[in-house]
């Protein structure tokens, strides 16, 4: 006989060792998915409380810098939030496959969105209220903005 009860028994393992090894990597992918959602949203929720601080008389006014300077952090988190394997194929993202055919042009933007941050932070301890939201409406246009008009799915 060619193939032993033996023969059949390691090769039955070693299918279902694959076939594990396959479901980990598709949900790896989820995962990092979660991840990146998780650290947009948090760029969201930074970006509309500075903007309710100085468009009304919510929060304090020291609060701006401690959102930017969260801000600036979660610009250097996302240069890494698009790992291989985290597109459509692997899960539910808005996220599109421009991402990764054009690698030059999304580090240009994802640059951007570091530089931007950086720069108000840097404004955000002054508590000049118009040079601050001067930087946060460059941040809006040059990053958030000039990264989601190409590299995230329109609804
Ligand atoms: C370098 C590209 C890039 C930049 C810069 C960027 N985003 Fe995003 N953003 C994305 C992509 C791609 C998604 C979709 C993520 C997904 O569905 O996996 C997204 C999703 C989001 C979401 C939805 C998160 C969720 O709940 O699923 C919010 C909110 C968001 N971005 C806000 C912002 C704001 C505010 C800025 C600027 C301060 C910004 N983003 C800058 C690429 C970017």
């Not at 090769?11 to 594990?20: I, N, P, Q, R």
């Not at 970006?47 to 929060?59: E, F, Q």
């Not at 600036?72 to 692997?90: N, Q, R, T, Y």
């Not at 030059?104 to 118009?130: N, R």
Request: proline share 2%; with cysteine.
């Amino acid at each position: 006989m060619l193939f032993t009860s033996r023969t059949i028994k390691t090769l039955t393992a070693v299918a279902l060792l694959a076939a594990v090894g396959f479901t980990t990597q598709a949900f790896a992918g989820e995962d990092d998915i979660k991840y990146r959602k998780a650290t947009m949203k948090a760029v969201g929720g930074h970006m509309t409380a500075i903007s309710t601080i100085l468009k009304t008389d919510a929060g304090r006014p020291g609060d701006i810098a401690l959102h930017a300077n969260a801000m600036a952090d979660l610009a250097k988190i996302s240069a890494h939030v698009f790992p291989e394997g985290s597109s459509k194929m692997d899960g539910e993202t808005e996220a599109t496959m421009a991402i990764w055919e054009k690698p030059e042009d999304f580090k240009k933007v994802t640059m951007a969105f570091i530089a931007e941050s950086e720069k108000l932070a840097q404004v955000a301890g002054s508590g000049d209220k118009a040079a601050i939201g001067a930087q946060l409406g460059a941040l809006g246009k040059n990053a958030c903005k000039a990264c989601h008009d190409d590299f995230r799915e329109k609804k």
